[in-house]
């Protein structure tokens, strides 16, 4: 079944059909109707996607955070370590010996 075209706005001559004006009438209207329900579902769908958006990038900003406190505090306890494997070497060193 061919789809039935809108005349062009504007214009006030109507197209010859063949079919009856009732059901050119009714399918333009379902047309117009199913392209509503498609937009009004998009909408509620870019709605829902943003709020998805936004919880994500607040999610990674506070994983961000701890990340990198996370790398900070790795960094303090490694130089910690360096410096207590340092004063085991200089006390370990001076037992060995007699005086």
Known sequence: MPRIKEPKIGTSVMPKYKSPNK????S????YDNQ????A???????NLRG???DVGVSRDRWKKQAKEAE?????LREEN???KEELKKNSSGRGKVS
């Open 23 to 26: 059901k050119i009438v009714e």
């Open 28 to 31: 333009l209207r379902n047309a």
């Open 36 to 39: 509503r329900t498609k937009g």
């Open 41 to 47: 579902h998009k909408s509620r769908q870019l709605v």
């Open 52 to 54: 998805s958006l936004r």
């Open 72 to 76: 900070k505090d790795l960094a303090n």
């Open 82 to 84: 360096d410096t207590l």
